[in-house]
């Protein structure tokens, strides 16, 4: 798939193609993954066109053919003339949203026919097992392992509804009591062992985990997905301190919910500082300037001033402001290591032992997560 790559950006190049989201940086013109793929173009006839004989050079290149009868071709709901468009590709054209890899492709909050093919997943499951005559461990464990894998795997795509979630742990709940009165409430097998629980997980903590897991995801810019969205939403200010807008996202909206809880799991390291905002970063003891008192309060100071200000020599150099005695240890607390290739977050929440430094759903879980007494 690298030639049908190579492909893409050089029609792009040439002004054949139009990428779909052209004002983003990168521009995303297809996505791949295993066999599959995702083209995402502006749909004129040329463009059309051209991406149609992409395709037959592909195929003749490497013997990779479209297969015509499962894919399909979206329009926006104002593109003229769309049945026209999809003949150029000859394949058939059909409605979003759509659905991929069992996932609704939506930007909004999941409807409830959204997810009611995972109900109905999960029921048949259920049902199926019934009549297996399995022990209590027995049941536990094909909750643990097949339910709970479904629902995570959706929660860290889309965000479900309360009431979905809700349905599938009476699902679940169902199951382990077969349907007699429940000896024990959910919220109770949902705990730890060592709390008196089964290691149960609720869906809507691993739903918040999940969250968690995308504000990461977004901070350290390690995929595409986050090149994109800082593209879209961070073009000028702060992560850390911009406000939600109406155009943002619910995605992004999530995100932006779950700065503060990911402040506390989060450790900044200096390369030289020029990557580290000195005033809305939250790199001294995960607090930034703009939080801590007794820092300099000068609004000519904020604008655009990084940390490489007060770094010299690879060393901390805060004597240029007027700190206060703690909050000058404070900042020369914080690693500054120049074999690094920039300033870098590592993973590191609070009261956590020292681990790599890399993210860990397990850690991020438990950070989310209520403990029980």
Not at 211 to 227: C, N, T, V
């Amino acid at each position: 798939m690298e030639y049908f790559t190579c492909l893409m950006d050089l029609a792009v190049h040439r002004g054949r193609l139009v990428p779909l989201f052209r004002r983003m940086v990168p521009p995303v013109t297809h996505l791949i993954y295993d066999d599959d793929l995702l083209v995402f173009i502006q749909p004129s006839t040329d463009g059309l066109q051209t991406l149609a004989a992409i395709m037959e050079d592909l195929k003749s290149f490497s013997g990779l053919q479209m297969n015509r009868d499962k894919s399909r071709v979206y329009f926006s709901s104002l593109c003229p003339r769309k049945e026209e468009r999809a003949d150029v590709l000859g394949i058939a054209r059909s409605d979003l949203p759509v659905r991929y890899l069992g996932v609704p492709l939506t930007v909004n909050y999941a409807r409830d026919q959204d997810c009611h093919s995972l109900v109905e997943y999960v029921q048949r499951r259920v049902e199926g097992w019934q009549a297996t005559g399995l022990s209590f461990g027995g049941r536990i464990e094909l909750v643990r392992s097949v339910i709970s894998t479904v629902a995570h795997f959706l929660l860290q795509s889309i965000l479900l509804l309360v009431a979905t979630i809700r349905r599938v742990e009476q699902l679940c709940a169902d199951f382990i009591w077969r349907g007699d009165m429940h000896a024990i409430f959910w919220d109770q097998l949902c705990r730890p062992k060592k709390e008196g629980g089964v290691g149960l997980r609720p869906l809507l903590e691993i739903g918040k985990a999940s969250a968690l897991k995308l504000a990461w995801r977004f901070i350290s810019g390690e995929s595409l997905w986050a090149d994109w969205m800082h593209s879209r939403y961070m073009k000028q200010g702060s992560f850390w301190t911009c406000s939600t807008d109406n155009n943002h996202s619910v995605t992004f909206k999530t995100v932006l919910r779950h700065r503060g809880v990911l402040k506390s799991a989060i450790r900044r390291i200096m390369k030289d500082g020029s990557g580290t905002d000195l005033w809305r970063d939250p790199w001294i003891d995960r607090h930034s300037l703009l939080d801590i008192k007794g820092a300099p309060t000068h609004q000519e100071d904020r604008r655009g001033l990084m940390c490489s200000r007060i770094i010299r020599d690879g060393e901390w150099r805060p004597d240029s402001y007027r700190f206060t005695e703690e909050l000058g240890g404070s900042i020369m607390s914080t690693i500054i290591d120049p074999t690094l290739p920039a300033d870098r977050w590592i993973w590191e929440p609070t009261g956590a032992s020292l681990g790599t430094g890399e993210f860990q759903f397990r850690s991020c879980y438990n950070l989310i997560r209520h403990s029980f007494p």
